[in-house]
């Protein structure tokens, strides 16, 4: 099922395309803020998405971050939506790996995110306990907080996480 789909970095131009997809994907959940403001800030923001014969079928956003006085680079996976009807065919899992790739390539040392274990456990995230969230989690989410640390490299010090203006909205932390 993933061997029709093309990942690639989206273009300034597909922001609108990119947007249909997040109300589909989280129903329940208005993601579109963050994911605009994402696209817009660019600054080493990788955004990338799953393309098929239909168009724009998947979408995520890898956004740089680290932590205070340590030079290692680190990243943010998230948000990440699959078009429902085409959910649980392996694209969402190939994006995602594909977006792992090249965080590597480019020198990136620890990638984080916030989400089920029971998905993201297939591509080496483990829960993180030494890099701290930047708002305090629920109780219950702790193991949904994750990391991997990417080939070769050495996880960040401990300590907050410092991420870009548009994920410090406390809402995006917490139920
Ligand atoms: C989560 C999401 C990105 C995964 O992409 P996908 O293409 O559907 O998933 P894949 O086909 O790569 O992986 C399928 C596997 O993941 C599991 N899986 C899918 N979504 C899951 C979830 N939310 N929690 C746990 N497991 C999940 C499936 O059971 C399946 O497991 P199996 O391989 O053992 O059968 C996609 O389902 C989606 O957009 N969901 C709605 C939005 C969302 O919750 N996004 C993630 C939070 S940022």
């Known amino acids: 099922m993933t061997a029709d789909l093309t990942i690639r ?6 922001k609108i395309r ?13 993601l579109l ?9 660019r600054q080493g923001v990788l955004s990338l998405a ?5 168009g724009l079928v998947a979408h995520g956003l890898f956004t740089p971050c ?13 948000p990440v939506g699959v078009l429902p009807s085409l959910q649980r065919l392996g694209l969402g899992g190939a994006l995602i790996r594909a977006g792992l790739e090249q965080m590597t390539r480019r020198g990136v040392h620890q990638v984080f995110v ?19 969230a930047p708002y305090p989690l629920p109780e219950a989410w702790a193991d949904a907080w994750q990391s991997v640390t990417l080939a070769g490299r050495s996880p960040l ?19």
Do not use: N, Q
């Not at 970095?9 to 597909?14: V, Y």
């Not at 680290?66 to 998230?78: I, K, N, S, Y």
């Not at 907050?160 to 203006?165: D, E, K, N």
């Open 9 to 14: 970095e989206t273009t300034a131009s597909e």
């Open 66 to 78: 680290g932590v205070e006085r340590c030079d290692g680079t680190g990243a943010l996976l998230g």
């Open 18 to 30: 990119i947007a249909s997809l997040y109300p589909k994907a989280f129903p329940d959940e208005d």
């Open 50 to 54: 799953g393309y098929r014969a239909e």
């Open 114 to 132: 916030l989400g089920d274990p029971g998905y993201y456990r297939r591509f080496g995230f483990e829960p993180e306990r030494g890099v701290i």
């Open 157 to 175: 010090a401990e300590g907050h996480l410092s991420v870009p203006a548009p994920w410090m909205e406390p809402a995006l932390w917490g139920p």
């Open 33 to 41: 803020p963050l994911v605009l403001a994402l696209l817009d800030e």
